[in-house]
């Protein structure tokens, strides 16, 4: 049995767990002081040494990004925090930018200190207004205390940090389109190269972390690689947070080292919710295949999901039991691509158009055998042809629960219609008015 | 500088060799695989992609299979396809596209389909077809049958942009060609992509058609930088760039279909950059022009004035045969022998060449071709006055002119040959303005201009920074019109200015309203000379600067001699075969407007000049004179003066050469060939008629002349100018000092018939400094300019960021005549009030 | 422009403010938009004619981002933005069926005000809450584990004139435009208020502690 590793979230619970004292009172700013006595070149050999990997779902070596930046050339260059937590079942950042906003902010520091940044921007959607004001106020008491702005800490070094509010758009979470949204534009992404490290903000060296990479920064720095090291598997170190949400007894956020199951995660969770079977669930969120009870133990690693054909993602797992309609599901993921597809590139844009109506049309139950292949070469056509990664990500969830359901899209076609009550997978008793509608704006 | 020149020599390109299609090719390091696969033709399909557009990556149709080396020299495939459009060509680089590899040949396949699935294949109504990368595409690679059989995207259509672009949104692929040409080539980003996704589409900000309440009119001088409309002077553009048919004009929508056209390539008629363009035509009727692609001069964009201004030659008041005057006083038809005769016989008798006693009361007659002629016919309008008619009374520039710009254009442009070219102006470091804005009068030179924006200083030494100096990023050096050369002077010493222009290549132009400041021309030659920046001179109208390689200035003979030089004299006759040159000195055209006004000139030879663009009141003159020749394209008021109309062809239906801005030679064929004849060919008969054989009847005859004559040589040349700089009129009272400039689409001749176009133009304003308006008590926004012209103007003030004491009015724009309502040139002092 | 001059002189200052915050002007676009919002209610054509000076824009190239995002609103937006999650999990979980009541309490749909200008409904995507799932947001505040009957609750009191209260989050919900100025990145004092921890977020944290697994050495 994996233990629970609370580090992010060990102080969630405390009193007023936001405020600045709070968070000194845990030992918060510490790890900068440390920092600060440093070369920034051995902080990014520690993070480097200490394995940390992308915890906004690419899962790049952190240190390595920031070990891509050009040599100073004593002109601007940014650290850029990714907030903008979009992508459906993930639900990590936010928690974690409520309850603990200093661990983000102190992270922010020793980061743009290693890679010589004097300006960092925090990147947060804009759906979450009171998680703007915990980072507006950290912010400015981190000003307060000395933690922010000229000669933090006596070390001669200076940095501002600027909280950003996004708009509501998907794809700013893809790094370069969170530039561009940045810098006062639609969030498209760019070409690549140049790489943000070379050519990001402003055109300048620019470092895109998550959220859950910076918060753990402190802790690697305050507490040591080995510490970190000592968690996780062989090639996905340290902890990280899982969050369970669906059909499970208690859904919520589970700090673990990476390798963990969902057996153990759902033992932890007490188990699926009355008991039921589980159908389905994303390891990563709504971009990633689909597994079945079959994948239960698979270690919850970068690598074994991505030998099990899917991806570890956010570690967002929702959980779906055997009332949920497969193809109700994959529709109104298709239906969010098609909403949040920037319009950039043609096979995101027309593709997920396309993709929808046939899910609609199959989940209505006006479907033809035809649809089913359609949906798989329309998919063809959009994976690894997209411009970026969010067309990828739309046709996972349709060739994965064809592969796995096949049937279930065959049962809409024949019956003609929807062969689950909806109601059944709801968490209360519908209202015996008229059947739900469907479609969606 | 020397070392960095020496250097420049010494550089080599460095290259990298990659095989496509199993095709080995070397190509410039940094070239994209898609360009260095034209380079060894092999076509790959695309949409977004445009060779003078920073790549968007976005249409996906180029996609290829690449294999590279990787750190260590092994060759790996690349796990999905890659956009041929956006990927550097590396050594050792593999590619196969469609031809060659299945993967490739599926993905295009693949994002064929999905382009077409919402695209409505209405191709027969479309005026693509025939000639649509989409269709054509479609055809080849394409599925024959559409697999989608879902609802397609539909919007209303066509949307107009402008009163001139029209956009069909459901027909669009959003390669983003056009709101890449707007924001990076013009600078006009009127148009952006809106909403999101399957929604999105190109557009303006237009709360109609983007679900926006609330709409408040903005206001009449904002409405230009609104983006209300798509008001860009090159918007003409993005239609020829649009692989698909979303983007139509409304002049040219449903006329034709491209495969009834012949296309033509020709010169550009409406400014001096001499710009490629090719006329499309059917059974002798223009149905549209378009850019050519000429790398030299105007890469691959026309101005809209270039594209869609040519409905005036085709016009009712299009003349077809000559006309003479009869008894009752009235023109009729008459045949050319009968023309000829007639109008040789009284220019005979103005000229007093009809050894005759009535010679003695002949006052001489008067040459003025405008200046929009080809070279040939400046020549042959020169040599006629100089042989036929024994004057040097022969001037193109009916405009603000000098005896100071005379002298420059002598001793500084003509028969200088090539001097700065538009690639100089896109290296200059430093470019300053003076007495030109680039937008309005130099058509596609404002593209090269802001081609090099970003490393380039521009500096402008004008009123105030007019939109086209601000996309320039200009830096103003502010004066008020007859103050330039003061301005200039002032550059000097460790002013910032003059730092700048010391850097190489750096280009000082000078634009053709610097005539109407004293001393601005002189001065500008010293700042070259102190500087080391070199001078371009940059007219408005396409003839200009043939005209002064043709002398058809009264002080200058071809190839920039002197005409009051007697060994540039004898040189000249003794090549044309004649005794002598007339040698008393020559009017420039207002002189010879006022002497004709006077009564102290007996007749006058008169070309394509609109009276409406003159400050004198060439009707009143035409009316004094006793006999009058008129060779024109269209019937104008100066017929109904003349006593012989010579109906003369317009560019498009007879050949020539302009001679743009650079003094380069843009020789063009007959585009149409009608019955038309040029000038020159009609001044060869009438030559003939008074006894001169003049040799212009052909191209080819004028051409041989030309060079033979060569340029000047040193002793033959005009000496340059030294004229003291003059001083800006001081503003008193209600007298302001007139600033004022042709728009580039306004109400000039050559833009009549087409309103589409018109449409386009700016809204007439005046401008006036805030303080100057509340000096001169300006409340209810309406100001009325008057200055003993013919009339007076009124328009909407604008209050912008200017000199003080100066109001600008558009030179010709609707409402604002000012050459012909107001009387005078810029400089002068105007009485401004407000209200009407 | 139809602003009077105390409104454009209020908007001239916040305008610099946040300005102030970056060191290329364009990227104060977002927050401005935001602060359109929070004095207009929704982004209005003046609204865009301001931002595009202030940031030397066209107003094609303001209106390309304001129709970009879907927070910003082209039309006069209730006071209270209800959003469902209609997304995947939410939906199978309930959301489906809390966004038909509400619609027909309201007698509106996706993206529209009642009458009174309350209450603007919207279906949402995923808003990073779904172990609250189903997940409901008024102007952009937390209301977790949603039913029916809650979110009727919730609508009515705010069609009746009421304050209403997140489950996690401040006090009570700011009307829309206040919440935009909070967006455009003004502080308006409400950081500290809470409404106490959400089971989901710290159930790993207690069932470790019970374990005794804390680590935080």
Redesign the interface.
Known sequence: MT?????L??T??AE?S??LSTYTDHGGYGALTKALGMEPADLIAAVKDSGLRGRGGAGFPTGMKWGFLPPDDGL?RYLVVNAD???????K???TM??APHLLVEGVAITSYAIGSN?AFIYL??????V???L??AV?EAYEAGHLGKDIHGSGFDLDV?????????ICGEETALLD???????QPR?KPPFPAVEGL?ARPTVVNNVESIASVPSIVG?GVEWFTAMGTERSKG?G???????VA???????PLGITLRELLE??GGMRNGRPLKFWTPGG?STPLFTDEHLDTPLDYESVGAAGSMLGTR?L?L?DDT?CVV???T??TE?Y??????????C??????LA??LE?IEDGHGTDADIQ?LL??C??IL????CALGDGATSCITSSVKLFRDEYEQHIQQGACPFD??A????D??S?PA???A?? | MTSTADKATAETVDTVTLTIDGKETTVPKGTLIIRAAEQVGIDIPRFCDHPLLA???????C?VDVAAPDREGNVRAF???QASC?MQAMDGMIVNTQHTSDEAK??QE??M???L??HPLDCPVCDKGGECPLQNQALSHGRSES??I??K?VFEKPLPLSSEILLDRERC??CQRCTRFSKEIAGDAFID?Q??????QIGTFDEDVLGFDGYEPIGVAAEDESGRAFSSYYSGNTVQICPVGALTSAAYRFRSRPFDLVSSPGISEHDSSGAAIRTDHRRGTILRRLSDNDPVVNEEWITDKDRFAFSWQNLSDRLERPLVRGDDGELHEASWPDAIARAAEGLKAAAGLTGTPADKKAKGVGVLPGGRITMEDAYAYQKFARVALGTNDVDVRTRTASDEEQEFLGSTVAGSGMGVTFADLEKAPTVLLAGFEPEDEGGVVFLRLRKAYGTQRVLTVAPFLSRGAEKLDATLIQAVPGGEAAALASIKGAADAAESLQAEGSVIIVGERLAGSPGALSEALRLAKRTGARLAWIPRRAGERGAVEAGALPGLLPGGRDATAASARDAIAKAWGVDSLPESPGRNAAEIIAAAASGTLSGLVIGGVTPSDLTDDLAAALARTDFVVSLEVRRTDVARYADVVLPVAPPSEKPGTFVNWEGRLRGFATAIRTDAISDHRALDFLGRELGADLKVGTVADVNEQLALLGAAGKSERVKAPSVKAGKARKAAGDELVLASWHLLVDEGALQDGEPYLAGTGRTAVARLSPATAERIGVKDGVVTLTAGGRGTIELPVALTDMADGVVWVPAKSPGSWVAQELGVHPGALVRVKGGI | MTYDGETLAQLEKDAAAILG????A??????L??LVQSVDGYVSPDGIAFCARQ?DLTSAEVS??AT?????KRRPNGEYQV?VC????C????G??I???LS?RCGV???ETTADGRVTLE????????????VM?V????FD?M??ERALRVVDDILEGRDVK?T???AKV?PFKE?SR????F??G???E?QG?G??????????RE?G?????
Request: charged share 25%; net charge neutral; with cysteine.
């Open positions: 233990d629970l590793t609370p580090v979230s060990a969630w619970d007023q936001w405020k601007p937590e979009s992508e459906p079942g993930t639900c950042d936010i928690p409520l309850s300006h959607r804009g759906e979450v207004v009171h703007y004001r915990r507006m106020q400015r600027t909280v950003h509010a996004g708009a509501g758009a998907y949204s940045l810098e006062g534009r639609r969030g070409l402003y507490k902890m947070l899982f969050s369970l949400s669906g059909h208690k859904p919520g956020q589970y700090e673990a932890m969770a709504s967002a929702q779906f949920t109700r599901a994959v109104r993921w969010f098609k909403h949040e597809s920037c319009g950039k590139c043609t096979p844009r027309e593709g997920t158009f396309w109506q046939i049309r359609q070469d329309t063809e056509s690894g042809r997209a411009f909806h109601s997978s709801a968490l209360f519908y209202d008015a739900p509608e469907e969606h704006a | 790549p968007a990556g976005a249409c996906r149709q996609l796990p999905k396809p956006t599926n993905a693949g994002v389909e999905l382009l699935i919402n697999r989608f879902d609802v995207r692929v959003l992509l909403n999101r996704g399957a929604m999105q | 915050r970056y060191p290329v364009r990227s104060a676009l977002l927050p938009l935001h940031v390309a981002v970009f995002y879907t927070q910003y959003g209609t997304n995947t999990l939906a199978v979980m309930g489906d069926e966004w038909r009541q027909e749909g996706h993206d279906r949402i995507e995923c808003n990073a809450a779904c172990d609250y799932a189903p947001m102007n952009w505040e937390f584990n039913t029916p997140p996690r989050g401040s700011a919440m909070v967006l455009a990145g502080e308006d409400r950081a500290d809470d921890l089971e989901p977020t710290v159930v790993g944290l207690k069932a470790a374990q697994w804390e680590e935080s050495k």
